[in-house]
């Protein structure tokens, strides 16, 4: 797929079809977009399930932090990553090695490694990279009403 660019088809088609999202990266902190990220999704009726190891077992928004997408034991429908676009193949291998897959990765602005996306593609994900989900849901929503 041409990561350039995504129809709203596309972007409205999966965000409709997720419920579960695993934030890879969350903040603790409010001041980080991957902390206002779990806002939204919560708010938009999305179940949020923040992953970053050196928050293990705390809290975010009344959600427990997992150190690592395998120590989920709901299904996960969607992987949405704020990390260095360098961790996204890693990220991508982590999803892969689970047992219970979810469906789509969504890399986040600057999140962006085509070689990675082509793997997960190969496995039968859907992928987005190098776009802001709080934008796209907001647009892909105007667009649809």
Same mark, same amino acid.
């Given at each position: 797929?041409?990561?350039?660019?995504?129809?709203?088809?596309?972007?409205?088609?999966?965000?409709?079809?997720?419920?579960?999202?695993? *934030? =890879?990266?969350?903040?603790?902190?409010?001041?980080?977009?991957? %902390?206002? $990220?779990? @806002?939204? +999704?919560?708010?938009?009726?999305?179940?949020?399930?923040?992953?970053?190891?050196?928050?293990?077992?705390?809290?975010?928004?009344?959600?427990?932090?997992?150190?690592?997408?395998?120590?989920?034991?709901?299904?996960?429908?969607?992987?949405?990553?704020?990390?260095?676009?360098?961790?996204?193949?890693? *990220? =991508?291998?982590?999803?892969?090695?689970?047992?219970?897959?979810? %469906?789509? $990765?969504? @890399?986040? +602005?600057?999140?962006?490694?085509?070689?990675?996306?082509?793997?997960?593609?190969?496995?039968?994900?859907?992928?987005?990279?190098?776009?802001?989900?709080?934008?796209?849901?907001?647009?892909?929503?105007?667009?649809?009403?």
């Amino acid at each position: 797929m041409n990561h350039d660019h995504y129809s709203d088809d596309y972007l409205a088609g999966l965000l409709s079809s997720v419920k579960n999202v695993a *934030v =890879v990266g969350a903040s603790v902190w409010d001041d980080r977009p991957s %902390h206002w $990220i779990c @806002g939204f +999704l919560l708010g938009k009726g999305y179940h949020v399930f923040p992953v970053n190891p050196a928050y293990e077992g705390q809290t975010l928004m009344g959600q427990k932090v997992y150190a690592h997408l395998g120590d989920i034991c709901d299904h996960i429908d969607m992987v949405d990553v704020f990390r260095p676009a360098g961790d996204f193949a890693g *990220v =991508v291998d982590e999803v892969l090695a689970l047992a219970d897959r979810p %469906h789509v $990765i969504w @890399g986040q +602005l600057t999140v962006r490694d085509d070689t990675a996306a082509r793997k997960a593609e190969e496995a039968g994900l859907k992928v987005v990279m190098d776009r802001a989900l709080a934008v796209e849901y907001a647009l892909v929503h105007l667009a649809h009403h």
